[in-house]
T-cell receptor, first 114, second 115 residues
Framework: AQKITQTQPGMFVQEKEAVTLDCTYDTSDQSYGLFWYKQPSSGEMIFLIYQGSYDEQNATEGRYSLNFQKARKSANLVISASQLGDSAMYFCAMRGTGFQKLVFGTGTRLLVSP | DAGITQSPRHKVTETGTPVTLRCHQTENHRYMYWYRQDPGHGLRLIHYSYGVKDTDKGEVSDGYSVSRSKTEDFLLTLESATSSQTSVYFC??????????????FGSGTQLSVL
């Protein structure tokens, strides 16, 4: 079974600074995938970034990067140069080998201040 | 835009009444999912489908049933709604490469209140 843990219920950051949102996972699978989603106050779920367990490079998408540390089973999201529009809930998720379904963490609420 | 439409967007119902939520996709994706979102729990999988008439249970399937008679439609039914089923319900489809899910796209959600 897969499990995702997000230990930060809330995070604060000032505009233009970088912020790291923590995510640890637990799985016995050798092949798996890790995801990050953003949920603004409007409620929609927005896909941000994906990392496969066999990908050698950390995934990056614009200002988002995934700091993948396989031995520590962590998949932290790094947002560089925070913007006011980054204020939202952020969810980490994973899928295991042979599974077409995702397991989600409980989320971290990020607030970006001017 | 992944072409996912959920209906209704909001619904208020009474305990004991049946409720059906609809998810419609225009992209011909094989896999479709129903999740519920509750504070402190994140998103939890209710049921998913891997083809027409092929469905399976997720981690919180009690009290829910699903049907998929066409590729584009995935229905979630609460046979007899309870207050504990008050939640936001999300439909999703998956985009895969070589059979491996690399993205999950979500609909806009349905806010269901059971009084």
């Amino acid at each position: 079974a897969q499990k995702i843990t997000q230990t930060q219920p809330g995070m604060f950051v000032q505009e233009k600074e970088a912020v790291t949102l923590d995510c640890t996972y637990d799985t016995s699978d050798q092949s798996y995938g890790l995801f990050w989603y953003k949920q603004p106050s409007s409620g929609e779920m927005i896909f941000l970034i994906y990392q496969g367990s066999y990908d050698e490079q950390n995934a990056t998408e614009g200002r988002y990067s995934l700091n993948f540390q396989k031995a520590r089973k962590s998949a932290n999201l790094v947002i560089s140069a925070s913007q006011l529009g980054d204020s939202a809930m952020y969810f980490c998720a994973m899928r295991g080998t042979g599974f077409q379904k995702l397991v989600f963490g409980t989320g971290t609420r990020l607030l970006v201040s001017p | 835009d992944a072409g996912i439409t959920q209906s209704p967007r909001h619904k208020v119902t009474e305990t004991g009444t049946p409720v059906t939520l609809r998810c419609h996709q225009t992209e011909n994706h094989r896999y479709m999912y129903w999740y519920r979102q509750d504070p402190g729990h994140g998103l939890r999988l209710i049921h998913y489908s891997y083809g027409v008439k092929d469905t399976d249970k997720g981690e919180v399937s009690d009290g829910y049933s699903v049907s998929r008679s066409k590729t584009e439609d995935f229905l979630l039914t609460l046979e007899s709604a309870t207050s504990s089923q008050t939640s936001v319900y999300f439909c999703a489809i998956s985009e895969s490469t070589g059979g491996v899910v690399e993205k999950l796209f979500f609909g806009s959600g349905t806010q269901l209140s059971v009084l």
